[in-house]
C-alpha cells in the first residue's frame, strides 16, 4: 500500500520549498517533494515513505519533467532499499510509471547499479542501501550542475543568432527549476538570458490539457521578475505572423539517436510553425535524455494519459464533480484523443543544446559524438 501523505507549510516561501529532499526523520528516511498538482495556488509537500507511494506521485504528476523523474526515480530506488523493501521490483515500478522520459530509467537504472554493485562487493545490504542513496544524490549534483551549463551554452548560442540580446523567447509546458536540480534546461537559459539584461520577454505558452505552462512556467517567470506573457497554446501561430517571435527554446523528454525529439504535446506545432516563420527551434536537454538505444521517432513510446484530462478542467480551490474529479466541459462520455507528448523530427530542429555543447544541424553522426566524448559511467 503506497504511504504518501500531504503536509502543508504556510510559513515557507515558495522559494524554500526545494522541489525534492531526502530526510532522515526518526521514523526513518523518507523523500519529500513539492507536490506540483497544488501549484501555483498552494505550495504543500508531498511526503513519500515508499517506492510506491513515489510511483503514485509520478503518475499524478505530482512530480514531473524529465530530468526530475531521473532524480526521483533514484531517489526511490534508495528508499525502497534503506526501508528493506525488493529492490529489483522497486526499480520495475518506477520504471514504468512513465514511458516517454528516459530520464526516469537512467535515474532508477544507475541507482540500482549502485546498489547491486555494493551488495556483490560488501554481501551488506546497508551498505548497498548507501551506495544507491549516494549515487542519487550524485545525479541530484551533477543535474543542478549541467543546469548551470545548459544556460551558459544556450545564451552563447542565442547571441549568435541574434547578436545584441533583446530576445523574445516563445517557449512550451514547464523546463525551469520544479523539473531539475538546478535551474532547469530550456527556462535556465531564458533566466540567463534576463539576469543578464537580454530577454525582452517570454512568450509561455499555457500548454494544454494540464497546463505546465500558465501553472508553473508563469509561477517560475514570476518568481523571477523576468518579463512574461501568457497566452494559449493556438494563440501562438498569430504571435508568430506578428513577427514577435525571435526564438523557440523547449526541453526534451527523450531524443532519439537520429535526433528525433519527444516533448510536450503542441511542440512539434511549434517546431513546424518556427519554421514557416524562419525562427529557431531550440531544444535544451542534459546528454542523459538523448538515448542511444531509440533508434528514430517512430520508435518512442508516447504516453497516453486519461482523456478525463481533456473533457474535464481542474483547479485546486473549486468544487469538482467529473468522473476524473474536475469540472466537466465536454458532454459525458465524449471520447478524448490525450497523447501527452509529441515528437518533432530532427530537420525541424535547429539546435539541441546539452551541458556539453550545442549540436547543429541536429545528425546522427553528431549526436553519436556528442554522447561518446561526453557520457560518463558514474556508479
Ligand atoms: C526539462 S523538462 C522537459 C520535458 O520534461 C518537459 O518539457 C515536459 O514535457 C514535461 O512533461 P510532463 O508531462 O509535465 O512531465
Known amino acids: 500500500m503506497a504511504d504518501q501523505q500531504a503536509r502543508t507549510d504556510g510559513d515557507k516561501r515558495p522559494t524554500e520549498i526545494p522541489v525534492i529532499r531526502w530526510e532522515e526523520p526518526p521514523e526513518g528516511p523518507v523523500l519529500v517533494l513539492l507536490d506540483q498538482t ?12 515508499d517506492a510506491p507511494a513515489l510511483v503514485e506521485a509520478i503518475r ?17 530506488v534508495a528508499l525502497a532499499a534503506v526501508r528493506g523493501f525488493e529492490v529489483a521490483e522497486a526499480a520495475r515500478a518506477l520504471e514504468g510509471a512513465r514511458p516517454t522520459a528516459v530520464n526516469l ?6 541507482a540500482q547499479a549502485a546498489h547491486q554493485a555494493a551488495l556483490a562487493k560488501t554481501g551488506d545490504p546497508a551498505a548497498a542501501a548507501a551506495a544507491a542513496l549516494a549515487a542519487a544524490r550524485t545525479l541530484h549534483r ?5 543546469s548551470a551549463r545548459m544556460a551558459a551554452h544556450g545564451l552563447a548560442l542565442l547571441e549568435e543568432l541574434q547578436p545584441g540580446g533583446g530576445h523574445r523567447i516563445l517557449t512550451h509546458c514547464n523546463t525551469g527549476s520544479l523539473v531539475s536540480g538546478g535551474e532547469g534546461t530550456a527556462f535556465a537559459v531564458a533566466l540567463r538570458a534576463h539576469r543578464e539584461g537580454r530577454l525582452r520577454r517570454l512568450w509561455v505558452d499555457e500548454t494544454r490539457p494540464l497546463l505546465q505552462g500558465a ?8 518568481r523571477s521578475g523576468m518579463a512574461y506573457t501568457l497566452l494559449t497554446d493556438n494563440a501562438a501561430g498569430s504571435l508568430f505572423a506578428a513577427g514577435e517571435v525571435d526564438a523557440v527554446l523547449i526541453g526534451a523528454d527523450r531524443i532519439a539517436a537520429d535526433g528525433s525529439v519527444a516533448n510536450k504535446v503542441g511542440s512539434y ?12 527551434f531550440i531544444v535544451v536537454a542534459p546528454v542523459t535524455t538523448i538515448d542511444p538505444d531509440t533508434p528514430d521517432g517512430a520508435s518512442i513510446e508516447v504516453e497516453q494519459r486519461p482523456g478525463f484530462e481533456v473533457t474535464e478542467v481542474t483547479a485546486p480551490q473549486v468544487p469538482v464533480t467529473g468522473a476524473g474529479g474536475g469540472i466537466p466541459v465536454a458532454p459525458l462520455g ?23 555543447g550545442a549540436v547543429s544541424p541536429v545528425t546522427a553522426e553528431a549526436l553519436g559524438t556528442l554522447c561518446a566524448s561526453s557520457r560518463q559511467v558514474t556508479i
Open 215 to 222: 501553472r508553473l512556467t508563469a509561477y517560475e517567470a514570476a
Open 334 to 356: 465524449t471520447q478524448a484523443y490525450n497523447p501527452a507528448f509529441d515528437v518533432t523530427p530532427p530537420e525541424l530542429v535547429t539546435a539541441i543544446v546539452t551541458e556539453a
Open 142 to 146: 551533477e543535474d543542478a550542475e549541467a
Open 105 to 110: 530509467s537512467v535515474g532508477v537504472r544507475r
Open 269 to 280: 506545432p511549434l517546431a513546424v510553425l518556427a519554421r514557416y516563420h524562419h525562427v529557431p
Open 38 to 49: 497544488r501549484l501555483p495556488t498552494e505550495e504543500v509537500e508531498l511526503v513519500c515513505t
Open 60 to 76: 499524478s504528476l505530482a512530480v514531473r519533467g524529465a530530468p526530475l523523474l531521473g532524480i526521483a526515480g533514484a531517489y526511490g
